[in-house]
């Protein structure tokens, strides 16, 4: 599940999440994926717990603090 929410720039980002080392359930990341600019490089974060735990967040948690975990994410490399 994916969701979409706007940044104080005005940037459209969708946020969903990823699976863990070699793809399993546990350490997640939420990914920060722009859609007003493509071309930028996608951000994450990783989250304790399992992925659903972290889908669950990414459905739930309010804009204002998607925002401050999209501040806080780094370059996927």
Known sequence: M???FTDESLLTWEAYTSGGKF???TQ???VFH???????RAR?????GDE???EQTVAEMPDDQ???MLRQS???H
């Open 23 to 25: 793809g399993l359930a």
């Open 2 to 4: 994916s969701r979409t």
């Open 74 to 76: 780094e370059e996927v």
């Open 44 to 48: 994450y974060v990783t989250r304790g």
């Open 66 to 68: 998607l925002r401050e």
């Open 34 to 40: 722009c859609l007003t600019e493509p071309q930028r």
């Open 52 to 54: 659903a735990d972290a």
């Open 28 to 30: 997640p990341s939420i």
